[in-house]
């Protein structure tokens, strides 16, 4: 499975963007998918992921409440809805796919997310 991110951009804090993953391949569907972000100087971290069939979620404490992972397995996209953004929310925003487990070993190229205050 090869990913594309998009949706990244500027928004002013208080907003909302919708980021986008969308995958090739027939076999999307056998994957965790994953939201990580990496701000300017810190490293990669995790902000969400879904199982392959959308039934579970899970969050980093900072995305709780703010953000919703979801996937639609018929157009092999995962998306993160972020709601009421702040500036600490600034980063590139990599989705990743994890065929076992939670090892992540097919990532996208990333989506800039800034967040003006």
């Known amino acids: 499975v090869q990913l594309q991110a998009s949706g990244g951009g500027l928004v002013q804090a208080g907003g909302s963007l919708r980021l986008s993953c969308a995958a090739s391949?027939?076999?999307?569907?056998?994957?965790?998918m994953g939201w990580f972000r990496q701000a300017p100087g810190k490293e990669r971290e995790f902000v969400a992921n879904?199982?392959?069939?959308?039934?579970?979620?899970y969050y980093a404490d900072s995305a709780k409440g703010r953000f919703t992972i979801s996937r639609d397995n018929a157009k092999n996209t995962v998306y993160l809805q972020m709601n009421s953004l702040k500036p600490e929310d600034t980063a590139v925003y990599y989705c990743a796919a994890a065929k076992y487990g939670s090892v992540y070993d097919v990532w996208g190229q990333g989506t800039q997310v800034t967040v003006s205050s």
């Open positions: 391949g027939r076999t999307f569907s056998n994957y965790r």
């Open positions: 879904i199982d392959w069939s959308g039934s579970t979620t």
